[in-house]
């Protein structure tokens, strides 16, 4: 069945990269998504990459995407506190009206 | 625009009560979904709808019900309320179009006690 694996915590330091991994099982995945949580908030969609490309670009963020070994990274650039949150990665395929989330991980940043 | 509202925030029943989580949207998308958040565990479907008066099991549907008689409405209802249930509840709507991913109610925190 499908599946979606994330690590639960990450800590890094203030102005450092954060890297945060996924991967998943379903090889007919068309879109991945990255996720972010606040504390008491829903859930707020990030970014998402097509399952054709293998790098997205948006400000700070930078998701890489390998099919073959169906991984997906999230990587955030000069992290602030801000960025203090809950990351989920997800997954969809076209067929399907459903997405398919993981555990998230819970990025927490030291100063 | 509200985008998705939920209600209550907050509720704490007693096990063997009943309670009804509202979950209203104002951007006219078909598809409706109830989640349930536990600790570490991610989110996991428990009922979905693609329009008005159809809805669909999810992954966890045992001990509830939902209906789906507006395209706004997609109420979630808990018949004899069991401490399992005690989690976190969001609703989130989609237009269909996967690419544009879901949007997310602010949740309802349930406690059963």
């Known amino acids: 069945g499908e599946d979606v694996e994330q690590s639960l915590f990450l800590s890094v330091r203030e102005g450092d990269s954060s890297v945060i991994n996924c991967t998943y099982t379903d090889s007919s995945s068309t879109y991945l998504y990255w996720y972010k949580q606040e504390p008491g908030a829903g859930l707020q969609l990030l970014t998402y990459i097509f399952s054709n490309m293998d790098m997205k670009q948006d400000q700070r963020l930078t998701v890489l995407l390998n099919k073959k070994d169906k991984h997906l990274s999230l990587r955030i650039a000069d992290t602030q506190t801000g960025d203090s949150a809950i990351y989920f990665c997800?997954?969809?395929?076209?067929?399907?009206?459903?997405?398919?989330f993981g555990s998230g991980t819970r990025l927490s940043i030291r100063p | 625009n509200a985008g998705v509202t939920q209600t209550p925030k907050f509720r704490i029943l007693k096990i063997g009560q009943s309670m009804t989580l509202q979950c209203t949207q104002d951007m006219n998308h078909n598809y409706m979904y109830w989640y349930r958040q536990d600790p570490g565990m991610g989110l996991k479907l428990i009922y979905y709808?693609?329009?008005?008066?159809?809805?669909d099991k999810g992954e966890v549907p045992n001990g509830y019900n939902v209906s789906r008689s507006t395209t706004e409405d997609f109420p979630l209802r808990l018949e004899l309320a069991a401490p399992s249930q005690t989690s976190v509840y969001f609703c989130a709507i989609s237009r269909g179009d996967i690419a544009g991913g879901y949007t997310f109610g602010s949740g309802t925190r349930l406690t059963v006690v």
């Open positions: 709808s693609v329009g008005a008066g159809i809805t």
């Open positions: 997800a997954e969809s395929h076209s067929s399907a009206s459903k997405i398919i």
